[in-house]
């Protein structure tokens, strides 16, 4: 079974950068893609970064795109978020997902992942 394990949370000003890991343990291909998301009450789960564990290559959507960095540590099975340039738009509770197989264009789509942490939360203050 899959287990992750995210830090690094915590509050910040804006302008800030935090970096969030993830420690993943289990069967490696059943981690072949990972993700980081995040969510706001009241809002659905959205996916800020993805990387293919295998070909490393990443994935983001426009609105975090030249911010926001995901990298991995295959040693170490952790997975980063390096966070640049936070706004209190960024505020939320971040998850980190994983799961075997993930098409380019649905990378960022949570139905896609099997697997998640316990989240861990930003908070971006003025």
């Known amino acids: 079974q899959v287990q992750l394990v995210e830090s690094g949370g915590g509050s910040v000003q804006a302008g800030g950068s935090l970096t969030l890991s993830c420690a993943a343990s289990?069967?490696?291909?059943?981690?072949?893609?990972m993700g980081w998301f995040r969510q706001v009450p009241g809002k659905e789960r959205e996916g800020v970064a993805a990387?293919?564990?295998?070909?490393?290559?990443?994935y983001y959507p426009d609105a975090v795109k030249g911010r926001f960095s995901i990298t991995q540590d295959i040693n170490a099975n952790t997975v980063y978020l390096q966070m640049n340039s936070l706004t209190p738009e960024d505020t939320a509770l971040y998850y980190c997902?994983?799961?075997?197989?993930?098409?380019?264009?649905?990378?960022?789509?949570?139905?896609?992942?099997?697997?998640w942490g316990q989240g861990t939360q930003v908070t971006v203050s003025s």
């Open positions: 289990g069967p490696a291909y059943k981690r072949r893609y």
């Open positions: 990387i293919s564990t295998i070909a490393d290559r990443t």
């Open positions: 997902a994983a799961t075997d197989f993930v098409s380019s264009s649905q990378a960022l789509r949570q139905i896609e992942y099997d697997y």
